[in-house]
């Protein structure tokens, strides 16, 4: 399948996310209840009661990953583009990262519905999309009462329906679906450099709630979209783009 993939057609992205209060003592009282609930399951005590103490810590470790109690605070996307002059592929990235959750998925939807709108003609690439970062984003749009567009309207559609979400961990598993594989452990068996080189993923809440560093945040999230392109590029067995043709046209002076 890869090899009929024009790579010019397809958006490479992740996401980053939080809890959507800094603490477990801001969260609505309703929602509290349902943390509760849920921390059954994240911390295995099924037939007990979960204490105050045991909700909050659970809830500054794990909320951000659930979309109910989290929020987006950073789409990055990447594409390849083709110099008209050597025929060769550069790479541009460009975030979307905003304390304000809604107007950075309007801002992605914007690009979506613009140049990733037809799924028989573009492409969205991530590691472990299908499973986490295209139904967060979906989720989070609705939440924020937006549209989805077209081609993430995905609801209920049946998996030959959904080909142009291209999952770099579903194409690493082969039909194996036992266990998960990082990004970082394939970038160091493939010999690239790994995105996890300053935070990772459990450090991004702290880091917006206690630090307010939203452009590291952004750095480590596109980091993790060139590891993607470059272990796509290493699944199609061609060369890595140079760095020197990498850029950003994220303008983190506005973050």
Same mark, same amino acid.
């Given at each position: 399948m890869l090899n009929n993939v024009n790579l010019g057609s397809i958006l490479f992205l992740d996401i980053e996310c939080v809890s959507t209060t800094k603490d477990y003592k801001d969260l609505d009282e309703n929602l509290k209840k349902f943390w509760k609930l849920k921390c059954r399951g994240i911390l295995k005590k099924y037939d007990e009661e979960i204490t105050e103490e045991e909700a909050a810590?659970?809830?500054?470790?794990?909320?951000?990953?659930?979309? /109910?109690?989290?929020?987006?605070?950073?789409?990055?996307?990447?594409f390849l583009v083709k110099s008209s002059e050597k025929g060769d592929w550069h790479i541009r990235l460009k975030s979307f990262a905003d304390r304000d959750e809604k107007k950075l998925l309007q801002e992605f939807s914007g690009l979506v /519905?613009?140049?990733?709108?037809?799924?028989?003609?573009?492409?969205?690439c991530g590691h472990n999309i299908k499973e986490f970062d295209m139904p967060y984003i979906c989720r989070r749009l609705l939440i924020n009462q937006l549209?989805?567009?077209?081609?993430?309207?995905?609801?209920?559609?049946k998996p030959w329906e959904t080909k142009?979400?291209?999952?770099?961990?579903?194409?690493?598993?082969?039909g194996d679906y036992k266990h998960y594989t990082s990004l970082s @452990? @394939?970038?160091a068996v493939f010999?690239?450099?790994?995105?996890?080189?300053?935070?990772d993923g459990s450090e991004v809440g702290r880091v917006f709630w206690e630090e307010d560093d939203l452009k590291?945040?952004?750095?480590?999230? /596109?980091?993790?979209?060139?590891?993607?392109?470059?272990?796509?590029?290493?699944?199609?067995?061609?060369?890595?783009?140079?760095e020197e043709k990498t850029s950003s046209a994220t303008d983190f002076e506005a973050l």
């Amino acid at each position: 399948m890869l090899n009929n993939v024009n790579l010019g057609s397809i958006l490479f992205l992740d996401i980053e996310c939080v809890s959507t209060t800094k603490d477990y003592k801001d969260l609505d009282e309703n929602l509290k209840k349902f943390w509760k609930l849920k921390c059954r399951g994240i911390l295995k005590k099924y037939d007990e009661e979960i204490t105050e103490e045991e909700a909050a810590l659970a809830y500054t470790d794990k909320a951000g990953i659930f979309a /109910e109690f989290g929020k987006i605070v950073c789409i990055s996307v990447g594409f390849l583009v083709k110099s008209s002059e050597k025929g060769d592929w550069h790479i541009r990235l460009k975030s979307f990262a905003d304390r304000d959750e809604k107007k950075l998925l309007q801002e992605f939807s914007g690009l979506v /519905e613009q140049y990733y709108n037809n799924p028989a003609k573009s492409y969205f690439c991530g590691h472990n999309i299908k499973e986490f970062d295209m139904p967060y984003i979906c989720r989070r749009l609705l939440i924020n009462q937006l549209p989805l567009p077209n081609s993430l309207d995905i609801a209920g559609k049946k998996p030959w329906e959904t080909k142009h979400f291209l999952d770099t961990l579903t194409l690493w598993k082969f039909g194996d679906y036992k266990h998960y594989t990082s990004l970082s @452990l @394939l970038a160091a068996v493939f010999g690239f450099p790994t995105p996890k080189d300053d935070i990772d993923g459990s450090e991004v809440g702290r880091v917006f709630w206690e630090e307010d560093d939203l452009k590291r945040i952004t750095t480590y999230c /596109e980091k993790d979209v060139l590891a993607t392109i470059n272990l796509f590029m290493k699944y199609k067995r061609m060369d890595l783009i140079p760095e020197e043709k990498t850029s950003s046209a994220t303008d983190f002076e506005a973050l």
